[in-house]
């Protein structure tokens, strides 16, 4: 648990987290600020934005600016779990499918390579055309 945003920057940079719970007004500043640095060093980690404030204005513009999900204090346990098991879900499918491009990427290199080595075993006469 980090004590401030500053604190939090630091804690990402050195440990690998799922997920990021924060208020709107953190001790030392914005914690809408501090999400939009969170997203810009770790696109995927999803940020779930807590707050007493009840202005809709700030949960949509938490929401724009790259929140997961925004949660009204006070709330349940239960609203608080199915918030985070939703996030954590889909910080998991943007992982699979994060592994799967770079797998498809893979592979279009090795076809790309095989087909530039083609034309040469054309030319060497190791294959007929008909």
Same mark, same amino acid.
């Given at each position: 648990?980090?004590?401030?945003?500053? *604190?939090?920057? *630091?804690?990402?940079? @050195?440990? /690998?987290?799922?997920?990021?719970?924060?208020?709107?007004v953190?001790? /030392?500043?914005?914690?809408?600020?501090?999400?939009? #640095?969170?997203?810009?060093? @770790?696109? =995927?980690?999803?940020?779930?934005?807590?707050?007493?404030?009840?202005?809709?204005?700030?949960?949509?513009d938490?929401?724009h600016?790259?929140? %997961? /999900?925004?949660?009204?204090?006070?709330?349940?346990g239960?609203?608080?779990?199915a918030?985070?098991?939703?996030?954590?879900?889909?910080?998991?499918?943007? @992982? *699979?499918? %994060?592994?799967? #491009? =770079?797998?498809? *990427?893979?592979?279009? @290199?090795?076809r790309?390579?095989?087909?530039?080595f083609?034309?040469?075993?054309?030319? #060497?006469?190791?294959?007929c055309?008909?």
């Amino acid at each position: 648990m980090a004590a401030s945003g500053l *604190e939090a920057l *630091e804690m990402l940079g @050195q440990i /690998d987290f799922d997920l990021v719970l924060t208020e709107v007004v953190v001790g /030392d500043g914005n914690g809408i600020a501090l999400m939009e #640095q969170i997203r810009e060093q @770790q696109p =995927q980690l999803p940020v779930v934005m807590v707050t007493a404030v009840h202005d809709i204005n700030v949960a949509i513009d938490s929401m724009h600016r790259g929140a %997961y /999900d925004y949660l009204l204090k006070p709330f349940d346990g239960e609203h608080l779990l199915a918030g985070v098991r939703r996030a954590l879900d889909h910080r998991k499918t943007l @992982q *699979e499918s %994060y592994s799967h #491009q =770079q797998k498809l *990427e893979h592979a279009v @290199q090795a076809r790309t390579g095989a087909l530039r080595f083609a034309p040469d075993v054309f030319a #060497q006469g190791g294959i007929c055309r008909i």
